[in-house]
């Protein structure tokens, strides 16, 4: 397995250009089942989790290419025909995304059976809501040895849908079965990630009609076909974000392009209490720290425009050198603290109780052997390495290649030291 290592006390100087958002990318592979014509995604990030969902996709029968184009790397896919509705346990089990096939499959040709993902690391994540979402729309759905076997032989049918509570998942898997149904579905408790604008956008582009996404309500008018499309995958929020904790952690100056601020403004508002130096431009952000101590600030993890989940590892590994006690509430996930014990081997005086961290500052962070647990707690100790004395190594990185592009290249472009350690083969430890 291969192992990152991180030599700390490089001062940060540089620019560093934004993938296409992991989160956005593999929600729009999934509307190219919805239509017979060639669907060309540009912007597209190079992950595992995009490239596991492409065979994914084509076991189910779309034709997947990936090329260099002129913007950057582009992938174009083509189902002409679902040649099969089975989505397998081990595929599912790999990449809980994966389930997000279930949606297209139905709408498109009636039937799915798709494996349920079960839970992972973070939390114990259900599906009820997708589930109920597409029941609502008319489909029969039946569990049967950890298998969705869903059927709407008359098609879908529009319909009122209020979830009891905002999930970005259940609101994009509503939208990506609902486009192909007949008559108007209204989604109510909607979540207002960017990604789901994205994605209706991106639907739209295909001749769907939704109005209202990036809003609680959003409104799909039903159309009988969807065609092919050309969409570029929005900036990733969570890796501009991750690598503006990046710099701030390690200190110097650091250019984030291709991306928005706009997208993370509740991070930005809490680095700013903390007494980092932010100046947003058009193409992104620029963020600057000079030696100061930075203070320890409160944040609460909360559905977007709220302060993300997928930020909070990253935030608290910052928040290990500030000045007093930081309060981290995790409001998403059950069990996302699963970084704390490894930023305390870096010598982080963390204690959790519940869905609460706190964290005390202490002096300095001493390099030591870590284990990622998921791809955010895996970057966390990253940016923790970045400012750590002597070397980190960070251990599982199969993590982090799942959600972050070139990490070494993008970082050491700007003087860190970060270094990939190619797997020896030895067993890993569990
Ligand atoms: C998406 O997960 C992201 N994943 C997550 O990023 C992100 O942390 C999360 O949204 C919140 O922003 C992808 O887009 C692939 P939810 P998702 O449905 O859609 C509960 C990363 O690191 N819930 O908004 O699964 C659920 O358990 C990943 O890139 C139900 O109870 O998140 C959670 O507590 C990690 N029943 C809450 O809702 C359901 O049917 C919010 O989850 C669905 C969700």
Redesign the pocket.
Known sequence: MDRIAITGGARLEGEIPISGA??SA??LMAASLLTDEPLRLTNMPRLADTRFLGKLLQRLGAEVIEADGADGPETVLTTREIVSGFAPYDLVRQM??SFNVLGPLLARSGQAKVSLPGGCT??????????QALEALGARIDLHEGYVYAQAPRGLKGAEIEFP??????T?HTLLAAVLADGETVVRNA?C?P?IDDLADCLNKMGARVTGAGTSEIRIQGVSRLSGATHAVLPDR?ETGTYALAAAMAGGEVRLTRTRSDFIQALLDKMVEAGVDITPHNDGVTIKRNGARLNAVEVETD??PGF???LQAQFMALMTLADGESVIRET???NRFMHAPELRRLGADITVQGGEARVRGVDALEGAQVMAT???ASVSLVIAGLAARGETVVNRVYHLDR?FERLEEKLGACGAQVRRLKGDGEAEED
């Open positions: 992991k989160n593999i929600k809980r995304a973070i939390g114990a994540r259900p599906v009820d809501l997708h589930l509570f905002v999930s970005v998942g259940a994009e979540a990630e990604e969570i559905p977007y993300a989940t997928d998403i996930f059950e998921d791809l955010r959600g």
